[in-house]
């Protein structure tokens, strides 16, 4: 690598004790509006960046998450539109907000993901075979968490964070250092749920990090419908560490989320980071997004976008040409996987959906079951 404008960080981190005060002082005015950034759209260093400095290893990594996990996600879309999968929810835009934060925790961190979280799952050793069974329809979630500590994704919006909630405080009880990270969106913040999982964490000092990534829709209704005020104010009202960051620099959102994550696993109570991105696409295989938003405003988000960003910053440093044309290949050969993986995915028998309802036999389900079976070897028309 050649000689470059940029300082590299003494330690492969950023300097939390710099970073904090930065951060302190974002806090105690906690209606600033423009959201924590290291890197500009332009690829450019911000002041916070220049005085901190960046981490240009830890920026090819992220940079390399996110080229695989769009290259999956643009995969999966075009398997669903052959038939190879049922549903799909594109999570391209928002790969810096998934990659940045993941990679600023520890493996044995537990994370209870929303729906539309692939890079985290990518990040965590998932395998496109594991992450597509759901979407293909042949099962009802595709991983073990006992070995990835991540959780099966909740379409039901707002109930993971709940669920996290209440690990946390086993966690406690455990007097484990495990932090908890749980993912959710704007929509979703409008859900009691959400609103009683932040109390009860604050109330209980649990060990906590709730992500929001306000990607500025919730399907066709805008985030400006369903709130009055940011919702990184409402981290100070329950009693959380509250956060905002520019949720399109992977760079700063694994910065803030390294400094939140410190501070919840030395027994601070919990973080809620609210990372400001934008869906790309549409909200699943299912929506046009034409119907309800502007070329314009896509526009405006497209020209954000996280991965050229990043490529940016790191052309800018003088990585070379080979680099990315490796990485180019790399991901093809990745598609190629992730292709053959979704193919081979073959359904369970849907006797299975009996064995997992309750813990102990049911008669209503035991006599379901026996018309599935019926039905299934052909003894009922
Ligand atoms: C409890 C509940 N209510 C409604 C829905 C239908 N629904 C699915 S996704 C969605 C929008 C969610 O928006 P947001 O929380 O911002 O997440 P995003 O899809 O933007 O990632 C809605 C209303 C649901 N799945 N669960
Ligand atoms: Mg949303």
Known sequence: MSAHPLTLAADPTVSTADLGSLLAARQDDPASTAPFQLVDEN??????????????????????????????????????????????????????????????????????????????????????????????????????????????????????????TGYAAGVRLDRSDEVVMTYFGDGAASQGDVNEALNWAAAGTLPVVFFCQNNQWAISTPTATQMRTPLHVRAAGFGLAGYHVDGNDALAVHAVTQHATARVRAGEGPALIEAQTYRLAGHSSS?????????????????????????????????????????????????VEVREQAKAIHGEDLAVVFEHTYAEPHPVMQSELAQHLARRDGAVA
């Open 43 to 164: 690829g450019d260093l911000t002041a916070a960046g220049q005085d901190l400095g960046v981490d240009l290893e830890l920026a090819q990594v992220l940079h390399t998450d996110m080229v695989l996990a769009r290259r999956l996600d643009h995969e999966a879309l075009a398997l669903q539109r052959q038939g190879e999968l049922h549903l799909w929810i594109m999570a391209w835009g928002q790969e810096a907000a998934q990659v940045g934060s993941i990679r600023a925790l520890r493996g044995d961190d537990h994370v209870f993901p929303s729906y539309r979280e692939h890079a985290v799952l990518l990040c965590r050793g998932i395998s496109p075979a594991d992450l597509l069974r759901q979407w293909r329809g042949a099962t009802h979630s595709g991983w073990d968490p006992a070995e990835s500590h991540v959780h099966i994704n909740s379409l039901v919006l707002g109930t993971q964070t709940l669920h996290a």
């Open 287 to 335: 929506d046009d997004p034409k119907r309800y938003r502007t070329d314009d405003e896509l526009a405006g988000w497209q020209a954000k976008d996280p991965i050229t960003r990043l490529e940016r910053l790191l052309r800018n440093a003088g990585v070379s040409e080979r680099h990315f044309s490796d990485l180019e290949a790399r991901a093809d050969t990745f598609a």
